[in-house]
């Protein structure tokens, strides 16, 4: 099957290429979810980036939902395989999550749950914000994405209590690579805020910079933390900064590329679980890798505009994957 998927993109990259761009009910988009998503998969080297490509398969999903829902075009039909779709790569992500913590990788698992956290609850705001002009079905499927994300904070937050219990040189280097992490997705969202501000609008813009300031406080206190030797507590609270920083990254992409009005403020339950969050409890080297590869990805995406909203596709990804192949 990988040998048959290598010809497929090698003779038709033209096609492998156009068929990104597709949404459920086109004609090539069985080539975007059969070859082009099943090669990348074939080309990832290692079990962290096994589990974050399926995390953006996931992504990848959500974002052609909202984009159906923009267009009016998100039916029961179309529920009905987005759900079976994103339902299988949730239960491989579980799974795969759980053989990284029988592994003793508990590290690396809690940072793969506290990404994926951070794109479920962005995605469900966004769908829960078109439910108010789409109706039954984006609505249905919000609530889906809703019970998905509750699970993946009860999980996340059970993997940061077993990395906390750790050894105290493994759990300050799972701290010293999250805050890497985190520090580095700041970054990211700040220089994205100063690239897109005008787009965005001052509202949006000024609501993510409080964001980003939330961010940076936790991050402050997650350093004061790692100076007394609470490396645990300085684990959560960069996780926290890390999410805290990715959903308004996702929430203001959503905003450029589906001109919708999303707010990128959250609602008091959801900074209350997040400080509950801090107050129970990284990477290594491959896992900051990882993180980085991920943030790579989202600025070439971020990048993405004009046009149909169909732009937030891994097209950039995808063209290096077809020049390695060569």
Do not use: C
């Amino acid at each position: 099957m990988p040998i048959l998927l290598l010809i497929l993109v090698l003779a038709g990259g033209g096609v492998s290429f156009a068929a990104e761009n597709t949404l459920p009910g086109d004609a090539l988009y069985p080539i975007k979810v059969h070859v082009n998503e099943n090669m990348r998969a074939f080309i990832t080297v290692s079990d962290e980036g096994d589990v974050a490509w399926d995390i953006r398969r996931m992504e990848r999903r959500l974002q052609e939902a909202e984009t159906l829902a923009v267009e009016e075009e998100f039916n029961a039909e179309v529920r009905a395989q987005l759900e079976e779709r994103f339902d299988a790569f949730a239960a491989r992500v579980e799974e795969q999550i759980a053989r990284l913590r029988a592994e003793g990788r508990e590290d690396i698992a809690a940072r793969l749950s506290s990404n994926l956290e951070a794109a479920l609850r962005a995605h469900e705001r966004i769908l829960a914000e078109l439910a108010t002009d789409d109706g039954e079905h984006i609505a249905g499927f919000a609530v889906r994405i809703g019970l998905a994300r509750q699970a993946a904070v009860s999980g996340r937050s059970e993997l940061e209590a077993h990395v906390s219990a750790g050894s105290s040189t493994n759990v300050q280097e799972a701290a010293e690579g999250r805050l890497r992490a985190a520090e580095h997705k700041i970054a990211e969202v700040t220089e994205y805020l100063a690239k897109w501000e005008e787009r965005l609008g001052a509202s949006a813009t000024a609501q993510a910079r409080a964001r980003l300031e939330v961010a940076e406080k936790t991050v402050a206190d997650g350093k004061v933390k790692l100076e007394a030797g609470a490396y645990g507590e300085a684990f959560v609270l960069f996780q926290q900064a890390h999410r805290i920083a990715q959903e308004a990254k996702l929430l203001l992409e959503a905003r450029k590329e589906l001109n919708i009005e999303v707010s990128i403020n959250v609602d008091d339950d959801d900074d209350e679980e997040d400080g509950e969050d801090a107050s129970s409890g990284d990477d290594a080297q491959e896992g900051d890798e990882e993180d980085k590869e991920n943030e790579d990805e989202d600025e070439d995406e971020g990048e993405q505009d004009g046009g149909r909203s169909r732009g937030r596709t891994d097209v950039d990804a995808l063209e290096g994957m077809l020049f390695r192949l060569r």
